[in-house]
């Protein structure tokens, strides 16, 4: 069926666009008929629909169904909640207008009757004429009419009616007034009573009704009334038909007891925010409850009436957020007091939350009220964490110790638990400040999830984090003056001078990244699991969309971590490249200059080579100390450090340009020691286990690069080099030399956690191949 339909559209693309419109507006037409039918069965008309649709395509229609359903609930409670002021007031209008027409029906009915009375008067005379002059004036014929019983209540019903107002007995008034409605109604259909005593009447009671009205709402102004009394005269005056004007007064009267409670809490009498907004809570939402309650009892649920709670309620609750923001929030979010203000904000949501059984959901009112200063507290805090370490930064030593004694230790894995060891961090002074705060930050934020501040919270502690890594990598020597585009808002920094304070850098800014802030980003979820258990399904899927959110913010500290980490090493592979003056360690003159016979030479690892060897060996046994349960991070440090160093000299255009195409050619001994330096670096990076798949396959480019270059002399490099296994040889041999250690056998142990594990030192016949091919 689906796909006859598809040919079908097809086919019909070519017929003009006006007539599509005017046969679709047809069809639809046409369509709509079967509905306006009077005799339309809805059971026949879904059976016949659904003959030929299987159980898959029923419930798929189905749960369409139902989607839409959904869809056009909630457009229509949107729609009705967006109109409420404007139904408010065209209910009132209609109301007044109402009003307005019973006025006129009034007055019309008194001028007909007094044009009956004038009517009937000029024809009695007019009869007693024509009468007397017929009958020459018999005084037999003129009979006094005695006036009936009726007649006589009529006369004496107003008399009644004062009584009873002045009294106030409300509750015989009202059934008097209805029976006085009631033979009015009767008099008018039968004629029972005369034009001008129904007139009288009539009159009596609108003059009763409007006396009554007056007393009822004067005694629902009163502050003193309350309960019952209050509840018993709206009764009474909507039953009188003025249901508008009788619940304005049901809600200004709950507003003014509200006001004359409001005069015994005064600001200055409490020296703490949460204290007065939860009494300010307390009158507010239990006279908004009381106001509900009143409401429902009297009018039922009618919707004008709980249209017009609604507004009222959100106009209360407007007028005490900004009572809230002014005595206490606006104080604690100026001095960045980030938990004082967000307990003022749980508070007054705790409070505002017991509406919703009621039907009252107020909760987005308060949150959009109470957002700017939250988030003018949240800002506050994180910018006082930015700047008390960077003043800490200044002074920092750079030196790793434990926490002085405000961190709590935590467990780095489940096997940790069992076995009742805690993980305590090593980091710096300003490091541990840091962390610190950011752990009392995030016991703070938790009711910020509830005004959808998780992300911005994030947002701005990654920013922070930025912050103090751009500190570090101006703590490397150097970077300050070479990388202007590290904005750190010009503060001062201690240099890093010493290896161990630069590789302290990383272990502060990798432990930060990866576990503390992370965990204290937990705070945010363990947090938000806390409410009632009919939220717990909605509650799990909101933090089931914030994993993605949290990655990404994990990603980001991570993206912070690798620049301070390419800096470190670009400081390091320059050092080991360059001298004081400029002039390069590592250049084509140092392979080109090499002659003589290589049976002769006394083979050993160029000298920036073992410079480098030197420097990572260094940095593996600081970073041994400094990054204890974390060597992959060590690891990575060590292969980024080599990869830099050789990709520099991959990328050496200088140095290709003078061994492909110099004065002289590449010779034999020049490439021997080209190659024994590449073999060299893969042999130390290998055992070191920080030999990565990128770096070897850099060092295979390099040296194929090489053998071409040698080859372009007309000599087959093959034919004069030593074998592969005299490379690896020498390369291994000056590794025991520099370090004094036992030579490895093919690489020694590899660590299978480690990132290189599945990369063997390879031997020079690989890299050979490689080039020949």
């Given amino acids: 069926m689906a796909s006859a339909a598809a040919r079908s559209s097809r086919s019909s693309r070519g017929v003009s666009n006006s007539s599509n419109d005017q046969d679709t507006g047809g069809a639809l037409e046409e369509k709509l008929k079967v509905f306006k039918t009077d005799h339309f069965d809805a059971d026949n008309f879904v059976q016949s629909k659904c003959q030929t649709m299987n159980e898959k395509e029923i419930r798929q229609l189905c749960s369409h169904l139902l989607h839409l359903k959904k869809a056009s609930a909630e457009e229509m409670r949107k729609s009705v909640y967006a109109n409420y002021a404007a139904f408010i007031r065209t209910s009132k209008e209609i109301s007044d207008l109402e009003g307005e027409l019973l006025s006129i029906r009034n007055l019309l009915s008194t001028q007909a009757a007094l044009i009956h009375g004038l009517a009937e008067g000029v024809n009695v005379d007019s009869l007693s004429t024509d009468h007397d002059s017929s009958t020459n004036h018999d005084p037999s014929s003129i009979v006094d009419k005695e006036p009936s019983d009726v007649e006589k209540w009529s006369i004496e019903f107003p008399d009644i009616l004062d009584v009873l107002l002045a009294e106030r007995r409300v509750d015989e008034a009202l059934v008097a007034l209805d029976e006085g409605e009631h033979i009015v109604a009767e008099a008018e259909k039968k004629g029972t009573l005369r034009s001008s005593v129904l007139s009288s009447l009539q009159s009596a009671i609108s003059d009763c009704q409007r006396r009554l009205a007056d007393q009822l709402a004067e005694t629902a102004c009163q502050p003193s009334t309350r309960g019952a009394e209050l509840r018993s005269a709206v009764l009474a005056l909507k039953k009188l038909g003025d249901g508008p004007r009788a619940h304005t007064l049901l809600l200004n009267a709950h507003h003014q007891r509200f006001q004359y409670n409001m005069q015994s809490l005064r600001p200055s009498s409490t020296s703490y925010g949460g204290a007065y907004t939860a009494a300010l809570s307390q009158l507010v939402f239990s006279a908004i409850a009381q106001a509900a309650s009143d409401s429902l009892a009297v009018f039922g649920e009618e919707s004008a009436y709980a249209s017009e709670l609604v507004v009222w309620a959100s106009k209360e609750t407007e007028a005490y957020a900004l009572l809230v923001k002014r005595h206490a929030l606006a104080s604690s979010a100026a001095a960045g007091g980030l938990r004082a203000a967000a307990e003022c904000v749980q508070i007054a949501l705790g409070h505002c939350s017991l509406l919703e059984s009621r039907g009252l959901a107020l909760c987005p009112v308060l949150l959009k009220l109470f957002r700017p200063s939250v988030e003018q507290a949240l800002n506050a805090n994180l910018k006082r964490i930015e700047e008390s370490t960077a003043a800490l930064a200044a002074a920092d030593d750079w030196e790793l110790t434990h926490s002085p004694g405000g961190t709590r230790p935590f467990s780095r894995s489940s096997n940790a638990l069992s076995t009742g060891v805690a993980f305590q961090p090593r980091l710096s002074s300003s490091a541990h400040r840091f962390n610190s705060m950011v752990q009392d930050f995030f016991e703070d934020v938790g009711p910020l999830l509830s005004m959808q501040l998780g992300g911005q919270t994030l947002d701005g502690l990654a920013q922070v984090f930025n912050s103090y890594v751009n500190l570090l990598i101006n703590a490397l020597p150097g970077t300050m003056e070479e990388d202007g585009e590290i904005d750190s808002g010009n503060k001062i920094v201690r240099m890093a001078e010493t ?227 005299w490379f690896v040889e020498v390369a291994q041999d000056a590794i025991v030399k520099i370090t004094g250690k036992v030579k490895a056998i093919n690489g020694g142990e590899r660590d299978l956690n480690s990132p290189t594990a599945s990369i063997s030192a390879q031997s020079m016949s690989s890299v050979r191949s490689h080039g020949s091919s």
């Fill in 499 to 725: 290896e161990a304070q630069q590789i302290a850098l990383l272990a502060n800014a990798s432990l930060l990244a990866d576990e503390l802030l992370p965990r204290a980003a937990l705070k945010l979820a363990s947090s938000y699991q806390a409410g009632g258990k009919e939220d717990n399904r909605k509650k799990a899927s909101e933090r089931q969309n914030r994993l993605p959110e949290q990655r990404e913010w994990r990603r980001r500290l991570q993206r912070s971590v690798d620049r301070l980490r390419d800096n470190f090493c670009r400081q390091h592979a320059l050092d080991l490249i360059f001298t004081e003056d400029g002039d390069t360690h590592l250049s084509a003159e140092m392979y080109m200059s090499l002659a003589g016979n290589i049976e002769d030479t006394d083979w050993f690892p160029s000298p920036i080579f073992q410079e480098l060897f030197l420097k990572l060996h260094r940095i593996a046994g600081i970073a041994a100390d400094m990054f204890v349960g974390r060597e992959r991070f060590a690891t990575i440090l060590l292969m980024r450090l080599t990869e830099t160093v050789i990709l520099w000299l991959s990328d050496d255009q200088s140095f290709w340009d003078d061994i492909e195409d110099g004065p002289k050619p590449l010779g034999t001994a020049g490439l021997t020691q080209f190659l024994l330096d590449m073999e060299f670096v893969i042999q130390f990076s290998s055992q070191g286990r920080y030999l990565s798949r990128h770096l070897h396959q850099v060092i295979k480019d390099i040296i194929s690069r090489a053998l071409t270059a040698f080859s372009s002399s007309g000599v087959d490099p093959y034919s004069v080099l030593y074998e592969d296994d």
